[in-house]
């Protein structure tokens, strides 16, 4: 007889299981049954949860953006200032719980899964274009609007180019350099609408 409200945790356990388990083996190279066996559920279950891997990666990536939304929210209720909301969203992309190893390569596994899968690409649409409008909305009280939509597609590019940069590279992430290298293009495109 299952127990009762077990499924959330179990669903939890399994996404966790699969960022993790993507960033020991590869999206290509995994298998359901190895996510199950790491968060201790059978198969059958993890099938039963989520149907398929691709529908598991589609789960975990609900599961991250809704991660991301949450950390970029907090930070923008804490500024005051146009500015200070676009340097919240800078940050938030490169926030501690974003910004690890492992779940650099379960965004990076979805960003390959978007090319082909229609539920993971509706996902990264959604992101970008939320990504984009946070950005534009205050970059148009600094600078014309025009400037501000291509400043907010620049930021963007420089985002999701440096996740990708630090899903290939050896050692630890460092967020600070990554957020440096994005304030700085921000407030280079800032200074150029003011003149």
């Not at 779940?103 to 996902?123: D, G, N």
Request: charged share 25%; hydrophobic share 45%; glycine share 6%.
């Amino acid at each position: 007889m299952p127990k009762t409200g077990m499924e959330p945790i179990r669903r939890r356990a399994l996404i966790s299981a699969a960022i993790e388990t993507i960033h020991d083996r590869g999206f290509c190279d995994v298998t359901v049954g190895q996510i199950a066996r790491r968060a201790g559920v059978s198969t059958a279950l993890a099938h039963h949860y989520f149907g398929s891997k691709d529908q598991l990666l589609a789960e975990t990536m609900r599961h991250l953006l809704r991660e991301l939304g949450r950390t970029i929210v907090a930070r923008l209720r804490r500024a005051a200032t146009p500015r200070q909301r676009i340097s919240a969203v800078i940050s938030g992309n490169f926030a501690p719980t974003q910004f690890r190893p492992a779940t650099i390569s379960a965004w990076l596994a979805f960003y390959v899964q978007a090319q082909t899968a229609p539920e993971a690409r509706r996902l990264h649409r959604i992101y970008a274009r939320r990504l984009k409008s946070n950005l534009v909305h205050d970059l148009k009280a600094l600078m014309p609007d025009d400037l501000a939509a291509g400043t907010a597609e620049g930021a963007a590019a420089l985002i999701d180019g440096l996740w990708i940069r630090y899903a290939l590279a050896d050692g630890t992430p460092d967020p600070g350099s990554a957020i440096r290298l994005v304030e700085d293009y921000v407030e280079s495109k800032i200074a150029r609408g003011r003149q």
